[in-house]
Every structure is written in structure tokens, then in C-alpha cells.
């Protein structure tokens, strides 16, 4: 089976997949960390807040694509409320204290979710257009995966073309590599904060609800991805756009292909691979900031 190259293009496929999911979480997370210098641990919550919420969504309407549009937003104006709230507050409280607050923001969400939906994994439809199987190279793969993939790979796009082309992405570049200076040439960086942070939530609200016809809705699911993603940031590097596709494509096609070659070591390669970059370039592979 090993040896079959259609098995081992699925398998890419399905690393490709698990890349692109990654890439949209940790995207957020990682310009947050670079450009606010705030550990948010409750990102993955934000990610199961769009799942749940996409859930309801499509529950109630009877359409995946109502959820699809919608549950990003929802999960944006949550983020907004949670960065009025308590995150302008903690910003400049430390690390230690932001990773306490955003810990147990982890736990008040995952208590929410029980009691709003319960513990029972929930099902959500692939959109029907999507609920299918296409043939490619003699192989099989399903349609929505597919689809997931292309999403991924168009807010890499998005996102490319919005920082490298536009006034409003210099601005965050030149915030990155460093706030004072930027604000001292007129850039509300502050404004920049909120506009960049509501960003990453809608964006991680956009992974849940892609993820959920594939992994299922559950209470948990945000602790199950949120290490990953915290592993594609610290190896992409802080605030990078090339860091966290990097990141996303090395753990995704790591963790997918060592299931597949060598499944006793899978669940070590990824902090294997921490390891080496924390020691050879601590800064990670692409740090947006300049030394």
C-alpha cells in the first residue's frame, strides 16, 4: 500500500487539507502574537465558537452556505466584545497574565458549549453541491475537501495581495516589525490592533465551520487543534503570512504522512520538529519582525 502512488496522492491531498485548515487558524493567531505582542490562547475556543455556531446556523436554516457566511461574522463581533472587554485591559499586563486570562477564557467557553449544545459530537452536511466524489489521477477524493483546500489556499491569496499590495497592509508590516515607530509616522496602531484581531477571529470562525462537516462539533474539538496551531506559529515565525503557510503545510503534511509511514512516532514529529527550529532559528522560519 505503501508503495501504491494513488494512495500516497490521497494521503497528500488529506495532508493538503489538514495544511489549509491550519493555515486559517493559525494566520489570526500568528499576525495577533506579531503585531499585538498578546498570547491568545483562547483562539482555538474562537474556532469552536464558529463551529457551533455554524452548526446552529445550518440547523435552523437548513443551508450549510447561511452558516458559512454568517458564523464568521458571529464569531467576529464575539471577538470584538472580548477585545473591548477584557483583552484592551490585560495588553500591556504581561505575558503571564495574558496567557492566565486567555486559559481561562478556554474553560468558560468549553463550559458554555456544554450547556448550550451539550457533550454529544454534533453532524453537519457537506453542502450538497459538495457531497460528492470526484475522480482525480484514477483516485477518489470527496468534493468538499477539495473545496476546503481551494479556500485555504484563496485567503492565502486574499491576504497576500491586502499586505503586499494595499496602504492598509503596510501599515500593518511596518506595525509588525515595529508599533512605536510606525505610530510615530501617523499609523493609529491601536485602531490596527482592533481592525487585525477581530480579523483572526472571523478567520478562525471561518475554520470552524469549514472543519465541522469533516471533524464533527464537539466540546474539546478547540483544545484538539489548538496545539498545532501554536507548533505552525512558533515554526512559521511571529506576524509572518509566509510563515504560517510554511508552518501549516510542514505540520499538516507531517502529522499526516508519520500516521501513515510511521504511526508509533506520529504523534512526536511535530514537537520534534519545534525542537529543531526553536534551536537552530528560535525566531522561527519567516519572523515578519526584523532584528
Known amino acids: 500500500m505503501l508503495t501504491d502512488p494513488g494512495y500516497l496522492f490521497v494521503q497528500f491531498l488529506n495532508g493538503l487539507q489538514f495544511s489549509m485548515l491550519l493555515f486559517l487558524l493559525s494566520v489570526g493567531l500568528s499576525v495577533t502574537f506579531g503585531l499585538m505582542n498578546f498570547v491568545n490562547l483562547a483562539h482555538g475556543a474562537l474556532y469552536a465558537c464558529g463551529a457551533f455556531i455554524g452548526y446552529s446556523i445550518a440547523m435552523a436554516t437548513g443551508s450549510f452556505w447561511a452558516a458559512f457566511l454568517l458564523a464568521p461574522l458571529a464569531v ?31 474553560f468558560i467557553f468549553l463550559d458554555a458549549f456544554r450547556v448550550i449544545w451539550g457533550d454529544l459530537a454534533l453532524g453537519v452536511s457537506a453542502p450538497t453541491l459538495l457531497a460528492t466524489n470526484i475522480h482525480i489521477f484514477g483516485q477518489t477524493y470527496p468534493l468538499y475537501r477539495l473545496f476546503l483546500i481551494c479556500l485555504g489556499l484563496a485567503v492565502y491569496l486574499i491576504l497576500w495581495l491586502f499586505l503586499e499590495r494595499t496602504n492598509i497592509g503596510a501599515m500593518v508590516r511596518a506595525s509588525v516589525d515595529n508599533a512605536e515607530m510606525a505610530s510615530c509616522l501617523g499609523v493609529n496602531v491601536e485602531r490596527l490592533f482592533f481592525a487585525v484581531f477581530c480579523t483572526g477571529c472571523l478567520l478562525a470562525g471561518l475554520a470552524g465551520v469549514v472543519a465541522a462537516p469533516i471533524v464533527s462539533v464537539y466540546p474539546g474539538m478547540d483544545l484538539e487543534i489548538l496545539i498545532p496551531t501554536l507548533i505552525v506559529v512558533v515554526i512559521g515565525g511571529l506576524g509572518s503570512l509566509k510563515g504560517a503557510i510554511v508552518g501549516s503545510l510542514l505540520i499538516g503534511m507531517l502529522q499526516t504522512f508519520g500516521q501513515v509511514l510511521i504511526p508509533q512516532l506520529a504523534g512526536s514529529l511535530s514537537y520534534i520538529l519545534l525542537g529543531a527550529t526553536l534551536i537552530l532559528r528560535p525566531e522561527g522560519l519567516f519572523p515578519a519582525r526584523a532584528h
Open 76 to 106: 467576529c463581533v464575539i471577538g470584538a466584545v472580548l477585545y473591548g472587554v477584557l483583552i484592551r485591559q490585560v495588553r500591556s499586563a504581561g505575558p503571564l497574565t495574558q496567557v492566565l486570562l486567555t486559559f481561562g477564557l478556554i
